[in-house]
C-alpha cells in the first residue's frame, strides 16, 4: 500500500513516521509513506496557498489550486483521496479496516479555518474526523489514520492475527494485560493468567472484554459480536453480577 499526506508542514508529520512500527513497515517494505508539501504545488512566487474567504469572516483558507494540482500529480488507478475534515465521517476500526484494502490513500490535511469547499465537492472521494473536536490543522488526523491503517496491513504486527485481537475488531474492549512481576504494590496477577489452562484463559478474557465494554462503552454492545450466552450475561451484569461473583459459571 501507498499513502501519500499532503501538508503544508512536513515537519510535523516526517519525524513520526520513521519511528516504532511505522518506520519498521516502511523498512521492510511493507506500507510505502510519502510526505507532500503542499507548497510545492502552489503557484507565483511567494507559493501562496490560502487566501481571505469570500463574504468575510476571520481565518484564511486554503485555495484549491495547490490541491488540485497536488492530487493530479500524486494520483494512480484506484487512488482514493480522502480529506481530513472535522464535518467528515467519523473514524472507527471499521473504517481503517475498509481504508485498508485500498491500494493508494491521498490524505489532505487541511489548515487554518478550513479547506475550500470545491475540495471536497470536485476532488475528494471522503472526508474523515478523528472525533467531535477541532485541530489546529489536519496533520495529527492524517497520522492518526496512517498509523491505524497501517497495523491492519499483513506483516506489520508480525503476530499472525494480531489486529484480530484489537479493542473494536470484534465490537468489544480489550480485556485487561498484565505482565511480570505477579504481585506489584499488593495487586495481583489474577491467578487463571498463571494457570496453564487455554481454554478458561480465553473464557476469562471474553468475559472481561465483555465487562468493559458493558461497563465503560455499553454503547459498543449493540452491534458487537454476541452469542446468546454471552447475550445473557450481559443481563446477568445488569442485574448487578460481577465476573468475580459469577467464577467458572460465567
Given at each position: 500500500m501507498r499513502i501519500d499526506i499532503v501538508t503544508l508542514f512536513p515537519g510535523m508529520v516526517?519525524?513520526?513516521?520513521?519511528?516504532?512500527?511505522?518506520?519498521?513497515a516502511q523498512a521492510r517494505g511493507l506500507v510505502d509513506i510519502?510526505?507532500?508539501?503542499?507548497?510545492?504545488?502552489?503557484?507565483?512566487?511567494?507559493r501562496v496557498t490560502d487566501d481571505y474567504q469570500f463574504g468575510g469572516g476571520g481565518g484564511m483558507v486554503l485555495k484549491p489550486e495547490p490541491l488540485f494540482e497536488a492530487v493530479e500529480a500524486l494520483r494512480t488507478p484506484g487512488a482514493r483521496i480522502v480529506l481530513m475534515d472535522p464535518r467528515g465521517r467519523t473514524f472507527t476500526h471499521e473504517v481503517a479496516a475498509g481504508l485498508a484494502r485500498e491500494s493508494h490513500l491521498i490524505l489532505l490535511a487541511g489548515r487554518y479555518e478550513g479547506v475550500d469547499a470545491r475540495v471536497r465537492e470536485g476532488l475528494a472521494d471522503d472526508a474523515i474526523s478523528i472525533g467531535d473536536y477541532v485541530?489546529?490543522?489536519?496533520?495529527?488526523p492524517a497520522l492518526v489514520v496512517t498509523d491505524a491503517v497501517a497495523r491492519l496491513l499483513p506483516g506489520v504486527l508480525g503476530a499472525e492475527g494480531a489486529a484480530s485481537r484489537d479493542s473494536f475488531a470484534d465490537g468489544l474492549l480489550e480485556?485487561?494485560?498484565y505482565t511480570r512481576p505477579e504481585a506489584y504494590r499488593g495487586a495481583r496477577v489474577p491467578p487463571v493468567l498463571l494457570s496453564g489452562d487455554h481454554a478458561r484463559i480465553e473464557r476469562w478474557r471474553r468475559v472481561q472484554a465483555i465487562w468493559i465494554t458493558w461497563r465503560e462503552r455499553p454503547d459498543l454492545l449493540a452491534t458487537a459480536r454476541l452469542s446468546d450466552e454471552e447475550r445473557r450475561l450481559l443481563e446477568?451484569?445488569?442485574?448487578?453480577?460481577?465476573?468475580?461473583?459469577?467464577g467458572d459459571s460465567a
Open positions: 516526517t519525524p513520526v513516521l520513521g519511528e516504532s512500527m511505522l518506520g519498521r510519502r510526505v507532500v508539501n503542499l507548497r510545492d504545488y502552489a503557484g507565483g512566487r511567494h485541530l489546529t490543522g489536519g496533520e495529527l480485556p485487561p494485560q446477568r451484569f445488569d442485574r448487578g453480577e460481577t465476573p468475580e461473583q459469577l
